[in-house]
């Protein structure tokens, strides 16, 4: 039960930051059924998790984005001594972060209401922007495979240093923006580097801390979960944005990108803040017994 302890430990790191599941061979039921994409077939496997956010921001540039709809991280952990960086395992259908569009405020045009028109008509015109044409969604995804993701349990116990390292890049939606538009990518990513302690950002960003969170069992002590964990970085640099546009346009959609988004920017100007996740963590051996 220690060693379900310490695991669950370090998965308070993994908030984020997500595609919707397909079929997976395991079926878990009851209480564990949430572990279906757990990669059972690991027979070193520690522990199987899943965590859902469902608050907290990121800002690129100038762009502000909250978590509107819950993203998921899931998958598997083996893991050795307290203080070891340990790699994430991918989920059983390889989608350990799903993705979760999140509307961006302004939409293409970046444009919001003023905060001192009226609630009423403030509301009515932003939900105008942000829908049809001229809406925009942004969708964190993983820039590499699920072992790029790396976790640090003593970091995240003692609220020092990195918790949580994860490569990302986020997508665009919209139809003028078309298919395959990016801030980031695989060979450029966001490099994410989140806490649970405080940031020593450089200027003009200030300092912020995040939280490590509380845990409690089931009555078997099978499954941990842990709740109200933040996870904090604002020291990273933002690439700009690429592919926006199809191949033909991209080399004018890209910069009306950029300059909306206000990217690429650099370290000390870009926020993440990760919180209010349900983390959860279970034994192997419990999840395929109750197939």
Not at 6 to 31: D, K, N, Q
Not at 118 to 144: C, Q, Y
Request: net charge neutral.
């Amino acid at each position: 039960m220690r060693r379900l302890l310490l695991a669950a430990v370090s998965l308070v790191a993994v908030l984020a930051p997500a595609s919707s599941a397909t079929a997976a061979p395991f079926h878990p039921t009851g209480e564990f059924a949430q572990f279906n994409y757990c990669p059972l077939g690991r027979t070193t496997l520690t522990a199987c998790f899943r965590s859902e956010t469902t608050s907290g921001f990121t800002t690129l540039g100038n762009k502000p984005v909250p978590i509107k709809n819950p993203v998921v991280l899931q998958g598997g952990l083996e893991y050795g001594d307290l203080s070891e960086t340990v790699p994430l395992i991918a989920a059983q259908d390889g989608n350990t972060l799903t993705k979760a569009p999140q509307p961006v405020p302004g939409g293409l045009l970046g444009i919001t209401a003023p905060s001192w028109w009226p609630s009423v008509l403030r509301d009515l015109f932003n939900e105008t922007i942000n829908n049809g044409f001229t809406g925009v969604t942004a969708t964190m995804e993983l820039a590499g495979p699920a072992s790029s993701v790396k976790i640090n349990s003593f970091a995240v116990l003692i609220q020092q240093g990195i918790a949580l390292s994860m490569p990302v890049k986020v997508k665009l939606s919209n139809p003028f923006l078309g298919s395959n538009c990016y801030i980031g990518s695989n060979s450029n990513p966001i490099k994410l580097n989140l806490t649970s302690g405080t940031t020593s950002p450089p200027p003009p960003n200030q300092p912020i801390t995040g939280a490590s969170g509380t845990f409690q069992t089931n009555e078997f002590g099978t499954i941990l979960t842990g709740t109200d964990s933040k996870l904090v970085d604002n020291s990273f640099a933002a690439p700009g944005a690429n592919g926006c546009g199809g191949l033909l346009f991209s080399w004018a959609v890209d910069p009306f990108v950029n300059s909306i988004v206000g990217v690429p920017s650099p370290a000390g100007t870009n926020t993440a803040v990760l919180e209010n996740a349900r983390v959860q963590l279970a034994e192997p051996a419990a999840v395929r017994a109750s197939e």
